[in-house]
Nanobody, 120 residues
Framework: VQLQASGGGLVQAGGSLRLSCAAS????????MGWYRQAPGKQRDLVAT???????NYADSVKGRFTISRDNAKNTVYLQMNSLKPEDTAVYYC???????????????WGQGTLVTVSS
């Protein structure tokens, strides 16, 4: 599975951005997609995920401001980010979780990361 992310950039506090991530390759194995972020000097943290069935999960810090959605036909996941804050500044990574149905092993696939900078 290959993931291609886009949509990062510089925005003022209170503004909005939308990230996109398109999956290609063995997409039939994907069971969930999502976004993680890593600020300078910090660990990579979950932002939001969405399963094939549409179940979503959000980090508490982004609930009510960010919305994850998915177009299964296009194998693309989106992250709409509203009311952005300086603390949202980070490199955002697209993630896909795949499952090998033969042995139930799970795999994590990562995109290249896209920088989101929120100025105060």
């Amino acid at each position: 599975v290959q993931l291609q992310a886009s949509g990062g950039g510089l925005v003022q506090a209170g503004g909005s951005l939308r990230l996109s991530c398109a999956a290609s390759g063995s997409t039939f194995s994907i069971v969930a997609m999502g976004w993680y972020r890593q600020a300078p000097g910090k660990q990579r943290d979950l932002v939001a995920t969405v399963t094939n069935g549409g179940t979503t999960n959000y980090a508490d810090s982004v609930k009510g401001r960010f919305t994850i959605s998915r177009d299964n036909a296009k194998n693309t996941v989106y992250l709409q980010m509203n009311s952005l804050k300086p603390e949202d500044t980070a490199v955002y990574y697209c993630n896909a979780k795949g499952v090998n149905i033969l042995n139930d092993r799970t795999y994590d696939y990562w995109g290249q990361g896209t920088l989101v900078t929120v100025s105060s």
